[in-house]
């Protein structure tokens, strides 16, 4: 992201266990199920982003949603690909090493590894959705903390569905490359969702 102003830490921190103390006491998932994506929806979807973006993201701003709907009903669902994926290949496959030969991942780690990069992972998009709506006003955007949890999300399709390359970890490096492409779609995503000038996009995702 460009300079500009961010979110103060206490305020983030805040912002995130608010959203995760609503989400545990059911409030998104009981209120907002109509909102949650079938399977079916959420394939489309995932296709959608990734081969024809442009129209996609029309139809993600036009959408109601929630952060309980958008997590539930895809986030946590597609970011599941790439640890399960993580946890075959290391264990399963392993890496190979010069001398040493094949070098697999005992199944305990290789659980606990992934789960604290799940957790992770979906705890960092959250976060940088509250940088990214933050940084609104600075580039002529609209503040909107549902758009901006959209941009970022639907942004990590490509580097989640890559993550399935994980399964050999010698090809677990495509998925990075994948993840660029994330980057282009932050890019075309932002005027539709934060409503900034499409000349300022490219300094908004920088």
Not at 27 to 45: G, Q, S, V
Not at 145 to 151: G, M, N, Q, T, Y
Request: with cysteine; aromatic share 8%.
């Amino acid at each position: 992201m460009q300079a500009g102003r961010l979110p103060e830490s206490g305020n983030a921190m805040t912002s995130l266990r608010d959203g995760l103390r609503l989400y545990r006491c059911g409030d998104f998932a009981n209120n907002n199920r109509k909102l949650t994506m079938d399977p079916a929806k959420l394939i489309e979807r995932a296709k959608g982003i990734c081969l024809s973006p442009k129209t996609e993201w029309e139809k993600i701003a036009a959408e109601p949603a929630t952060v309980g709907s958008l997590f539930t009903g895809y986030a946590m669902i597609l970011a599941a690909i790439p640890a399960i994926a993580g946890v075959i290949g290391s264990t399963v496959f392993g890496i190979q090493l010069p001398i040493i030969g094949t070098v697999r991942t005992p199944i305990g780690s290789a659980l606990a590894h992934a789960v604290v990069a799940y957790v992770l992972g979906l705890a960092a998009v959250y976060v940088i959705s509250l940088i990214v709506n933050a940084l609104a006003p600075t580039f002529d955007g609209q503040k909107d903390p549902i758009a901006a949890l959209k941009v970022v999300m639907y942004s990590m399709t490509p580097g989640w569905l890559a993550g399935i390359l994980s399964i050999i970890p010698m090809l677990g490096v495509l998925a990075v490359i994948a993840a660029f492409y994330g980057l282009y779609l932050i890019y075309i995503g932002l005027p539709k969702t934060m409503k900034n000038p499409e000349t300022k996009s490219l300094g908004y995702t920088a």
